[in-house]
């Protein structure tokens, strides 16, 4: 069982940055894995923000982020972040990553892993 802890929200000020963490708990490898990062505002469904496959770097974005928002791994392949630029109001969330196994695919139909929770506010 892979657990993930996330760490980094807060409140910040329209136009600020912040950056999330995702790390495998133990200090487990996340290498051969897909890792993403989702966010759900109250009353809204949960949106997929970003991922990443850890073996080789491959990224993906969503509309809503690309060119703000940079998701990236740390060299041991144990933890992966989420850099947040220029920070919106409309960015306020809950930010969960997620884990899962990949195995032959380019992206992961299912997460299998889910982390707790991190809440971000922008706001003036």
């Known amino acids: 069982q892979l657990q993930l802890v996330e760490s980094g929200g807060g409140l910040v000020q329209p136009g600020g940055s912040l950056r999330l963490s995702c790390a495998a708990a133990?200090?487990?490898?996340?290498?051969?894995?897909?890792v993403g990062w989702f966010r759900q505002a109250p009353g809204k469904e949960r949106k997929e923000v970003a991922k990443i496959d850890v073996h080789d770097s491959a990224t993906f974005y969503g509309d809503a982020v690309k060119g703000r928002f940079i998701i990236s791994k740390d060299n041991k392949k144990t933890a992966v972040y989420l850099q947040m630029n220029n920070l919106k109001p409309e960015d306020t969330s809950v930010y969960y990553c997620?884990?899962?196994?990949?195995?032959?695919?380019?992206?992961?139909?299912?997460?299998?892993?889910w982390g707790q929770g991190t809440q971000v506010t922008v706001s003036s």
């Open positions: 133990s200090g487990r490898s996340l290498d051969y894995h897909a």
């Open positions: 997620a884990a899962t196994p990949l195995w032959g695919t380019r992206w992961p139909s299912s997460w299998d892993y």
